[in-house]
């Protein structure tokens, strides 16, 4: 598998995301991907399905150390024993004794920043998270939080894919970096049907989604599409035999503009 370097982390570049995903067809859907190849699975406090992850992770019978494991804390719980509080149970939950990255799902502007990063920082020298890093911050945010930090952020999770202009975002993490992981890089189904996505993908005998996931790992994204369809895992994960060139690379920019979140 493909990894992504930053700040000391070696990070699989093709990763499952579970959002939406619960009980035991979540469970067998990280089985599933695991024993295709998957070695990135990335869950969340918020999505409620961290026990389940745990679950399809043993029953993969693939080694922990073989697995990037992430999670994230919900803004919610980000004053300084909130955070850690909420780091164990979803430990506990996935029975395990570290996460791989560990990130602060959404900044909380009630909580002072300084303090949630202290403690996120705290995580990591403790044992608890190898590597530390934020989800859905901006480039003002990021600056501060990085200036707060006293162990290095590895990545900046945020909505990328094709229709959404993310330029200055992730321009930003390249200068401290940080790597970029892109959620709904599909864009929801989107990237399927649109003709120009398509088209490029004829070239290659691939579809819009896969064409749209190859656009972001040639610019070092880390891509965690999420789906309730075994059958779309291998799917999802055949973007490695082909390279687009930068003809198509700048054809695919043209779709994205400041307004195409595809988020809830």
Known sequence: MQTVDANGAKIPALGLG???????HCARLVQ???RLGYRHIDTAEMYENEREVGEGLRASGVRRDEVFITTK??????????LARAAKDSLAKMRLSDVDLLLIHWPNPRVPLAETIAALCRMKQEGYARHIGVSN??????????????????????????FIDQRTLV??????GLSVTAYSPLAKGKTVANDILSTVGMNYGKNGGQVALRWLLQQGAIVIPSTSKVERLSENMAVFDFELTPEEMAEIATLATPTGSVRE
Do not use: Y
Request: hydrophobic fraction near 45%.
């Open 137 to 162: 911050f901006s480039a003002a945010l990021m600056d501060e939080a990085i200036k707060f930090a006293s162990e290095p952020l590895v990545t900046n999770q945020i909505e990328w894919h094709p």
């Open 73 to 82: 804390v919900w803004s919610t719980h980000l004053a300084p024993g909130e």
């Open 18 to 24: 579970t959002w939406k995903l619960s009980g035991r």
């Open 32 to 34: 599933q991907a695991l």
């Open 171 to 176: 321009a930003a993490c390249a200068r401290h």
